[in-house]
Each structure stands twice: as C-alpha cells, then as structure tokens.
C-alpha cells in the first residue's frame, strides 16, 4: 500500500487559521472520494471533511461545520483543508484519506495541529 504525503501542521493560537495539504501518488487511480480525518489525545479517529470527487459533493462534521474547508486540485492531484476559526478542541493529528473506486483505503502518517495561546 502506497502512502500519502500531507504537509501543513503546527502550532496555531486559537483564531487562526491553518492550510493542510495532502499528495496522492500518481499510482492510485479511478479515486473516488479525497478527504481528512483525525485524532485528538485520548480520543478515537473522526472523519472532518471530505470530497466526493464526482460532482464535487463534500461532507463536514457538524463540529467544523462553517470553519473548514475541503478542497481539490485537480491539477496536482491534491486535496487541501483549509481551517479558520481554529479552537483548542482542534489539536489532533490529522489523517489524510483517499478512497479508490475499489474501496481501497490509502492513508499519510498524519501531521500534528496544535491550537494552543
């Protein structure tokens, strides 16, 4: 199984706003859905966002509802999540995720977001 390659975590003070970017690898083709989720200490791994990349449909859960955003380049064959309004309550890692049209999952490694004054 091939990784993806997500970039954009730190340290943030709440209020603010992060940009996460995820690679997929030219090797995973026919991919259906592109999104992140993540895990905050203590606590079990959560979907945030995510792309249905046939008609653009996306999906948030209800606690980042109106603060994040997902998106996709398709281009560079990316997908992107743009969080404002960051709280403390967002410090988790977070997982990049992509699913291809023969349910396969491929995931990154995670990069950690720390909201924190």
């Known amino acids: 199984q091939v990784q993806l390659v997500e970039s954009g975590g730190g340290l943030v003070q709440p209020g603010g706003s992060l940009r996460l970017s995820c690679a997929a690898p030219?090797?995973?083709?026919?991919?259906?859905?592109m999104g992140w989720f993540r895990q905050a200490p203590g606590k079990g791994r959560e979907l945030v966002a995510r792309?249905?990349?046939?008609?653009?449909?996306?999906i948030y859960a209800d606690s980042v509802k109106g603060r994040f955003t997902v998106s996709r380049d398709n281009a560079k064959n990316t997908v992107n999540l743009q969080m404002n309004s960051l709280k403390p309550e967002d410090t988790a890692v977070y997982y990049c995720?992509?699913?291809?049209?023969?349910?396969?999952?491929?995931w990154g490694k995670g990069t950690l977001v720390t909201v924190s004054s």
């Open positions: 995720n992509v699913i291809d049209f023969r349910k396969m999952n491929y």
């Open positions: 792309i249905i990349i046939s008609g653009g449909i996306t």
């Open positions: 030219g090797s995973i083709f026919s991919i259906n859905t």
